[in-house]
């Protein structure tokens, strides 16, 4: 996606574009389905993304998938919804808005990099969810 909204990300915006220009070129040759997130508007809401700003939130994930069946050409995928944007938000008052930042950074940024320094994972002494693995149900 385009990271032009995130503060810290968009210092590398041209990298992300130019990584997405040979990715497109790659899909060109092999005939491989992209999702364009780049033009997606609706995903440059802050609402579609989770506390953590890495993972999506329920509608950001319903709104993905339903961009990945029209990329595929899935019958009836390119109707629906998932392109309309969330209606405005209210503006956010600025100190309101520094503090959701600086909280963002406390719970988050600040952990990631202490995690970082010490050479450590944020999976590092947990036990897996499913350590013997399931047989798929055949079709």
């Keep these: 996606m385009d990271p032009r909204q995130t503060p810290i990300l968009r210092r590398i915006r041209g990298k992300v574009a130019t990584f997405n220009t040979n990715l497109w070129s790659v899909a060109a ?7 364009d997130q780049w033009g997606a508007a609706w995903i440059q809401d802050w609402r579609m993304w989770d506390s953590d700003r890495i993972h ?7 709104r993905t ?23 405005p938000q209210p503006p956010r008052e ?3 808005a520094l503090a959701e930042e600086a909280a963002w950074v406390r719970g988050f940024v600040a952990p990631w990099i202490g995690r970082r320094l ?4 944020s ?9 013997v693995p399931l047989a798929l149900p055949k079709a």
């Design 65 to 87: 998938a339903l961009a990945a069946a029209a990329a595929l050409g899935l019958p009836g995928a390119d109707g629906g919804d998932w392109r309309t944007p969330l209606p």
């Design 118 to 121: 010490r050479g450590r994972s």
């Design 29 to 35: 040759r092999t005939g491989a389905a992209v999702l």
């Design 123 to 131: 999976g590092d002494g947990r036990a897996a969810k499913r350590p």
């Design 56 to 62: 999506l939130t329920d509608e950001g994930h319903r």
């Design 94 to 96: 600025l100190r309101a």
